[in-house]
């Protein structure tokens, strides 16, 4: 079993920058792919960025793509997202997940969620 806490969320206006941690408790964080999604009001749960167990791979949406950078640290059991340039479109709840395995794109790919965290960007 792992729990994932997210913390960081806010409100920022466009072009200004977040970061997002999600702390893990239970089994070691370094079995697992890490991921990060959001949903925005009325539409549906969106891939945002994924990083393996190492750290060696990341991944992200084309939407994010040189604006936001997944890590983790492992000992500390914590995943990372930093949010730089932000725009309104950005705004969502971001959600932190973990996955033993399988494509990192796709929410049924995770085996454990958190609760979630809003950001919101004003324009």
């Known amino acids: 079993q792992v729990q994932l806490v997210e913390s960081g969320g806010g409100l920022v206006q466009a072009g200004g920058s977040l970061r997002l941690s999600c702390a893990a408790s239970?089994?070691?964080?370094?079995?697992?792919?890490m991921g990060w999604f959001r949903q925005a009001p009325g539409k549906e749960r969106e891939f945002v960025a994924a990083?393996?167990?190492?750290?060696?791979?990341?991944y992200y949406a084309d939407s994010v793509k040189g604006r936001f950078t997944i890590s983790r640290d492992n000992a500390k059991k914590t995943v990372y997202l930093q949010m730089n340039s932000l725009r309104p479109e950005d705004t969502a709840v971001y959600y932190c997940?973990?996955?033993?395995?399988?494509?990192?794109?796709?929410?049924?790919?995770?085996?454990?969620w958190g609760q979630g965290t809003q950001v919101t960007v004003s324009s």
């Open positions: 239970g089994r070691t964080l370094s079995s697992y792919a």
């Open positions: 997940a973990a996955a033993i395995s399988g494509r990192p794109r796709l929410p049924e790919t995770y085996d454990y």
């Open positions: 990083i393996n167990w190492s750290g060696d791979n990341t």
